[in-house]
């Protein structure tokens, strides 16, 4: 999952989508997540990543973050796959 | 050293309906190549632009459009023996037609302007854009003309509902039954006259482009912005820039084929699946202009420069994320400004008499 290149993060956690001109607000959980996909980190060392900085287990990770990459599909922040 | 020049400026109403013109003379104002003295043209005499410091210089009264070119020309002429105007900019649709007619003649007095020819004018009006979209390979969406009550009742077969129901020049409403059609066909009619457009809906958000065509092709900039805050005249009181290449692409193709002389604005919907309908061209430059100087493109200045006759680098960057918002402001001034401007017609900033009103 590849976010869109014109997603910028600030690190107070705002997003900005320049071809859109859509903005989000992220809690620091998110604004990790999005910085990560950023890098092209894989989904497993994102959530690695996730696990050791955050009091979080597994499963309530999974399913949320689920959600979150959902979310992110649906605000069309994620380039589609070829 | 700076080029020294007097620049005339129409649509002065600062309202919540805003005219180009502050926007416009802010770019100029922020030029480095010029030093300029601005000359402010008026319909109304509570023009807040007419009352604004650091503006305009002087301001004077034309007459409507519809007192006829002779009549705007007259005007135009002994504003001219007193002013020297090197470059006039009107920025209202209603005016331009005149001043487009007008156009050798005001570059006889020495008056030089950078505006669409009338063809282009012409083509793109809101009652011609089915044949433009085609003709320019463009999305719009779907229209028709009406001029009687009787096609109301067909709309129906042609269209779902909600349609947008529009006006020649200005005022777009939307309606989602016959009734509602009728009611601002009525309010729509009263005020700019026949033919009422209907036009599809398009569900997307509205993404609008301020650009400046050099009359051969070339696009000389061109800054994409998306409404954050729309007033309930459907006005942007804020907005951001963006960057859509498919919809610079779509505005440099525009302006190659068509030639487009000038400024424009366009209006269009971006669906959520990435498609782009065409939904406006307004010929000249947009209230929200300073937005695009802000991001990096001095829109304005250009466009001064293509009307001396100057060369012009066309611009191809501009920031995106930059913001505009708009505030109202109460500015106070004196009866005796209005007084001027109401008895004589004309307004110096530098030389306000006293008021000599008794009461």
């Known amino acids: 999952m590849k976010l869109k290149g014109n997603i910028a993060i600030s690190e107070s956690g705002f997003v900005f989508d320049s071809s859109t001109g859509e903005s989000y607000n992220l809690n620091s959980v998110g604004k990790d997540i999005l910085n990560l996909m950023k890098e092209n980190k894989s989904e497993e060392d994102i959530k690695r990543q996730i696990l050791q900085d955050y009091d979080v287990e597994p499963e309530a990770l999974e399913s949320s973050y689920y959600d979150f990459t959902r979310m992110l599909s649906q605000f069309n922040l994620i380039e589609h796959e070829k | ?359």
């Open chain 2, 1 to 359: 050293m700076k080029n020294r020049l007097t620049i005339a400026v129409t649509g002065l109403n600062n309202t919540d309906n805003p005219g180009p013109g502050i926007p416009v003379i802010r770019g100029i104002r922020d030029s480095k190549d010029f030093d300029v003295r601005i000359i402010g043209l008026a319909y109304e005499n509570l023009e807040p632009g007419i009352y604004m410091d650091h503006m305009v210089d002087k301001t004077y009264q034309i007459p409507y459009p519809s007192a006829g070119i002779d009549n705007i020309l007259r005007r135009m002429a002994y504003i001219q023996a007193k002013e020297n105007i090197d470059v006039l900019i009107p920025n209202f649709d209603a005016e331009l037609y005149s001043f487009m007619k007008a156009e050798k003649r005001l570059e006889e007095m020495g008056i030089q302007t950078f505006l669409p020819e009338i063809k282009q004018f012409e083509e793109r009006h809101k009652s011609a854009l089915p044949e433009f979209g085609k003709k320019y390979h463009v999305n719009v969406p779907k229209s028709i003309n009406i001029t009687s009550y009787n096609e109301i009742y067909t709309i129906k077969d042609e269209f779902q509902y909600p349609v947008l129901v529009k006006g020649k020049f200005y005022d777009a409403y939307i309606a989602y039954n016959e009734e509602q059609v009728i009611n601002h066909f009525n309010k729509i009619s009263a005020k700019w006259g026949l033919p009422i457009i209907i036009q599809e809906f398009v569900k997307g958000t509205e993404v609008n482009v301020v650009a400046l065509g050099d009359g051969k092709g070339n696009t000389m900039g061109a800054v994409a912005m998306r409404k954050q805050y729309i007033t309930d005249k459907g006005k942007a009181w804020g907005g951001i820039t963006i960057h859509d290449d498919k919809m610079l692409d779509l505005t440099h193709q525009l302006i190659a084929n068509t030639k487009w002389r000038g400024g424009m604005e366009l209006e269009m919907i971006k669906t959520t699946d990435g498609e782009y309908y065409l939904i406006e061209i307004n010929p000249r430059i947009p209230a929200w202009v300073y937005l695009a100087v802000g991001a990096g493109q001095n829109i304005p200045e250009a466009l001064v420069k293509l009307a001396i006759g100057e060369e012009v680098t066309p611009m191809t960057y501009y920031e995106s994320g930059i913001m505009f918002i708009r505030y109202s402001f109460d500015m106070i001034g004196n009866i005796s400004q209005f007084e001027q401007i109401s008895m004589t017609g004309e307004l110096d900033k530098k030389e306000i008499n006293h008021s000599t009103l008794n009461f």
